[in-house]
């Protein structure tokens, strides 16, 4: 049955049904289906989508549409991550944002949500993040954890920058580093000088524990 909803939520990404994927978010949280095993599964489909476009089989409207339907099932799965993990122990802080240029903001939103439930307070920043608006972010609110996320070869540079720009203020030492998206490798995050990278949300989670040694 579990997989049966997954499928139909997965569909419904597949072709860009907005309604669909809502309401089959709704039928996977009252059947009390996993909600990180929703988004594992809604990833895959937005996956497939941009593959189809990166190949040239699929077209701008393909990933707007696909885009569209996850966003409108996310909130409804992110609640209930939120709800099952809402036991609050405060790990830590983290300020979060997709950088400048970019506008990708599913997998972003994705680590905050599961940053929340596992008890970080998390001040996400959102998308198109200026390397000035990191920087102020991580003094206002006293981060122990800068969490960057690109998802295009042309905005990762991006990263580097608002690591440079915290080194010229004085700042790099304050905060630990953490970046991701799927723009990525641990190459690249390792030629920058971030404390750590991971493909995967969950794996954000448990590197955002082991950068504050809990
Ligand atoms: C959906 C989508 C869009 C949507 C975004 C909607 C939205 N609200 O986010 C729209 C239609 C707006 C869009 C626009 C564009 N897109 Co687009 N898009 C995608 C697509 C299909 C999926 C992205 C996504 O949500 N993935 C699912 C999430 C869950 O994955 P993720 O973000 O990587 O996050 C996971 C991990 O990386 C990790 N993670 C994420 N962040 C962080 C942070 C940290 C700290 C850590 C540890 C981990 C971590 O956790 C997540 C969960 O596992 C990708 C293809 C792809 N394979 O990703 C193309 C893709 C990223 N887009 C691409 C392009 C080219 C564009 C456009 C330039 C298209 C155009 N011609 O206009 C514009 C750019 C707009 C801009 N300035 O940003 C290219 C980029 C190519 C490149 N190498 O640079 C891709 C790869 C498609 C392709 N195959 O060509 N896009």
């Given at each position: 049955?579990?997989?049966?909803?997954?499928e139909e939520l997965k569909k419904a990404i597949l072709t860009y049904n907005r309604e669909g994927a809502?309401s089959w978010?709704?039928?996977?949280?009252?059947?009390?289906?996993?909600?990180?095993?929703?988004?594992?599964?809604?990833?895959?489909a937005i996956?497939q989508i941009?593959?189809?476009?990166?190949?040239?089989?699929l077209?701008?409207?393909d990933?707007?549409g696909a885009?569209a339907a996850m966003?409108s099932a996310?909130?409804?799965?992110?609640?209930?991550?939120?709800?099952?993990?809402?036991?609050?122990?405060?790990?830590?802080?983290?300020?979060?944002?997709?950088?400048?240029?970019?506008?990708?903001?599913?997998?972003?939103?994705?680590?905050?949500?599961?940053?929340?439930?596992?008890?970080?307070?998390?001040?996400?920043?959102?998308?198109?993040?200026?390397?000035?608006?990191?920087?102020?972010?991580?003094?206002?609110?006293?981060?122990?954890?800068?969490?960057?996320?690109?998802?295009?070869?042309?905005?990762?540079?991006?990263?580097?920058?608002?690591?440079?720009?915290?080194?010229?203020?004085?700042?790099?030492?304050?905060?630990?580093?953490?970046?991701?998206?799927?723009?990525?490798?641990?190459?690249?995050?390792?030629?920058?000088?971030?404390?750590?990278?991971?493909?995967?949300?969950?794996?954000?989670?448990?590197?955002?524990?082991?950068?504050?040694?809990?």
């Amino acid at each position: 049955m579990s997989t049966d909803v997954l499928e139909e939520l997965k569909k419904a990404i597949l072709t860009y049904n907005r309604e669909g994927a809502a309401s089959w978010a709704r039928k996977a949280v009252q059947e009390k289906i996993d909600p990180v095993e929703a988004l594992d599964v809604m990833t895959v489909a937005i996956r497939q989508i941009g593959d189809g476009f990166g190949k040239g089989e699929l077209w701008l409207p393909d990933l707007v549409g696909a885009a569209a339907a996850m966003t409108s099932a996310m909130p409804i799965i992110e609640e209930e991550i939120k709800r099952v993990g809402a036991k609050r122990e405060s790990v830590g802080t983290v300020v979060i944002g997709t950088v400048y240029g970019d506008i990708h903001t599913i997998g972003k939103t994705m680590v905050a949500t599961l940053l929340t439930a596992d008890g970080f307070a998390v001040n996400d920043l959102g998308i198109n993040v200026t390397a000035e608006s990191f920087v102020q972010g991580i003094a206002e609110n006293k981060a122990d954890i800068l969490a960057m996320s690109a998802l295009m070869t042309t905005t990762a540079p991006e990263q580097r920058k608002v690591i440079e720009t915290l080194k010229k203020e004085g700042l790099r030492d304050n905060v630990k580093i953490m970046v991701g998206g799927g723009a990525i490798t641990q190459d690249f995050a390792d030629s920058i000088g971030a404390d750590g990278y991971d493909p995967t949300a969950p794996g954000a989670v448990k590197l955002a524990r082991r950068l504050v040694g809990k």
